[in-house]
C-alpha cells in the first residue's frame, strides 16, 4: 500500500477546490469537514465504535481483522460501488481518512486492485485542518484588516455586497449577528464555518489580495466563534463608521429581520409551518434581551411585538413592527453602541453616510470597479 500515489500539496487541493472523498465515519464528517468533500465512509458509526473498542482491549491485528470481517463480502461491494461511482463523476478526487492511515490505506488499495489508481492525502483530514488553522492564523497577523461599523440596522451588510476587499464573516456563518439574527436552515459547526473561512482567505490572498473589510462583530455570530487571533486582530483594525439616521435603521431592520425573514420562514418550511415559526423565533429573540432591557422595558417591547405579529397575520402588513423596533433602538441598541464607539474613539479612520464611506473603501483599493450604491 505504501507504493500508492500521496497527494501532499495542501494548497493547491484547496485552491483548486479539488474533490475530496472522506471515509472517515459519518460523526466524524458531521463534525467538520471540507467544502469540497462527500462522505462515503469505510465503517458506519457503529462499526467504528465496534473496531475501536476492539483495538483498546485486544490490540491492532484483532481490531484490522474485524474491521475486515465488518467491510467484507457484500458490504465491501457496496462501498466499493458508492466509491467507484463517485469516481466516475469526479476522476480527480483525492481520498483520505483522519490521519491518511489504515482507512485511507485499505480504500486505495482496494480502488487499485478494481483497476482505479487515486492519491490519498498524506496526514489526512488532520494535516488539512492544521493548515487551513495555520492559513488563517498567518492572515490574521500578516494583512490589513479595516473595520466596518455603524449602529444597528445602518445596512452594513448589504454595504459589503459593493466593497471589493470585503470578508462576509456573516455569510460564512449564515446569521445575521445579533438577537434578531437567526436565519431558517440553521447554522454551520463551528470548524466548517473557520474551514470555508480559511480556504476564502488562502484563495484571495493567493490572487494578491492583502486589504480586507470586516464588518463590526462580537466574538460570537450566533453560536459560530470567530477564531481569536481574528477576533484580536479586528479589535486592533481601525474603523469607517457609517452615520445613517434612526427611521432609516428601523426601516432597514423591518425590511431584513421582519418582511424577508418572513418570507424566508415560508419557503423554507412551507405556509403552515412557516408563520408559527417565525413568531416564535421573533418572541426567542425578544425574550433573550430581557436581562439586559429589565422587566418593564420587556413586557413592553414585547406587547408591542406582539400587537404587531397579530397585525402581520391578519393584514399581512409589517408597518407595524416599526413601533417595537423604534423603541428598541431607542432604549437598547443605540446607547449600547455610542458607549461602545466612544471607548473606540481612537481606532476611527473615516466616518461618513453610505455613499461617503463606499466611496472611501473605493479610493482605498487598487481592484475596486465602479459599482452602483446600495439602496437599502
Keep these: 500500500m505504501s507504493t500508492l500515489p500521496l497527494a501532499t500539496d495542501y494548497a493547491r487541493i484547496f485552491l483548486d477546490e479539488v474533490p475530496l472523498i472522506d471515509l472517515r465515519a459519518p460523526v466524524e464528517f458531521k463534525e467538520g469537514a471540507f467544502p469540497t468533500a462527500v462522505s462515503l465512509p469505510l465503517m458506519t458509526d457503529e462499526e467504528r465504535a465496534r473496531v475501536g473498542t476492539c483495538y483498546k482491549q485486544e490490540g491492532q491485528a484483532a481490531a484490522i481483522a474485524l474491521g475486515h470481517q465488518l467491510v467484507g463480502g457484500a458490504v465491501r461491494d457496496a462501498r466499493m460501488e458508492g466509491w467507484l461511482a463517485r469516481l466516475r463523476q469526479q476522476p480527480d478526487a483525492l481520498l483520505y481518512c483522519f490521519r491518511g492511515g489504515l482507512r485511507s490505506q485499505t480504500v486505495q488499495q482496494w480502488l487499485a486492485e478494481a483497476g482505479i489508481t487515486r492519491p490519498r ?79 476564502e482567505l488562502l484563495q484571495r490572498r493567493n490572487r ?42 428601523a426601516e432597514q431592520i423591518r425590511t431584513d429581520y421582519v418582511q424577508d425573514l418572513w418570507l424566508r420562514y415560508l419557503e423554507f418550511h412551507g405556509p403552515d409551518a412557516g408563520w408559527p415559526l417565525f413568531a416564535g423565533y421573533l418572541t426567542d429573540a425578544m425574550a433573550r ?49 455610542r458607549y461602545q464607539l466612544d471607548n473606540k474613539r481612537e481606532r476611527i479612520l473615516f466616518r461618513g453616510a453610505k455613499e461617503a464611506c463606499l466611496a472611501f473603501f473605493a479610493k482605498r483599493s487598487p481592484l475596486q470597479t465602479p459599482q452602483e450604491s446600495p439602496t437599502c
Design 121 to 199: 492525502v498524506a496526514g489526512g483530514y488532520k494535516a488539512l485542518r492544521h493548515f487551513l488553522i495555520d492559513t488563517q492564523a498567518k492572515a490574521s497577523a500578516e494583512c490589513d484588516w479595516t473595520v466596518l461599523t455603524g449602529m444597528t440596522g445602518s445596512g452594513k451588510t448589504h454595504m459589503l455586497a459593493h466593497i471589493t476587499q470585503a470578508v462576509d464573516l456573516e455569510g460564512h456563518a449564515r446569521h445575521r449577528g445579533s438577537s434578531f439574527g437567526q436565519l431558517p436552515g440553521g447554522q454551520p459547526g463551528n470548524i466548517d464555518f473557520e474551514n470555508r473561512l480559511a480556504i
Design 289 to 337: 434581551l430581557k436581562r439586559r432591557l429589565g422587566d418593564k422595558d420587556y413586557r413592553e417591547l414585547d406587547g408591542l411585538l406582539q400587537a404587531a405579529l397579530r397585525e402581520q397575520a391578519q393584514s399581512g402588513d409589517t408597518r407595524a413592527h416599526l413601533v417595537w423596533i423604534r423603541l428598541l433602538l431607542t432604549r437598547y441598541y443605540d446607547p449600547m453602541y
Design 208 to 249: 494578491g489580495e492583502s486589504q480586507f473589510v470586516l464588518e463590526d462583530e462580537s466574538r460570537l455570530i450566533g453560536r459560530c466563534a470567530l477564531p481569536l487571533n481574528l477576533y484580536e486582530a479586528m479589535c486592533r483594525a481601525p474603523l469607517v463608521v457609517v452615520e445613517v439616521p434612526q427611521e432609516a435603521r
